[in-house]
């Protein structure tokens, strides 16, 4: 089994910041990689950002390219995502997933941390 907590999220203007953080653990949490992931009200929990364990590669939506980074610290089993020029459409909650190192599927889910942006 594996844990994920978010926190982080909160209640901003256009144009701030935000980090937001996602502790993983368990006994088998080093045998997973985390992902960002969002849903905004009424629509589909997308994609937001991954990093590769294999070679730190980074990927992103194209909505939040440039603006968003990921990065992680595997000492701390923890995944963090940096929100900076944030938007209104930016607004949802979001969630940390974890995949296996070698597979494919996201088996874990956090609970999610609220982000608002304000015009």
């Known amino acids: 089994q594996v844990q994920l907590v978010e926190s982080g999220g909160g209640l901003v203007q256009a144009g701030d910041s935000l980090r937001l953080s996602c502790a993983g653990s368990?006994?088998?949490?080093?045998?997973?990689?985390m992902d960002w992931f969002r849903q905004a009200p009424g629509k589909e929990r997308d994609f937001v950002a991954a990093?590769?364990?294999?070679?730190?590669?980074?990927d992103y939506a194209d909505s939040v390219k440039g603006r968003f980074t990921i990065s992680r610290d595997n000492a701390k089993n923890t995944v963090y995502l940096q929100m900076n020029s944030l938007k209104p459409e930016d607004t949802a909650v979001y969630y940390c997933?974890?995949?296996?190192?070698?597979?494919?599927?996201?088996?874990?889910w956090g609970q999610g941390t609220q982000v608002t942006v304000s015009a």
């Open positions: 997933a974890a995949k296996p190192l070698f597979g494919e599927q996201y088996e874990y």
């Open positions: 990093l590769s364990w294999k070679d730190g590669s980074t």
């Open positions: 368990g006994r088998t949490v080093s045998r997973y990689t």
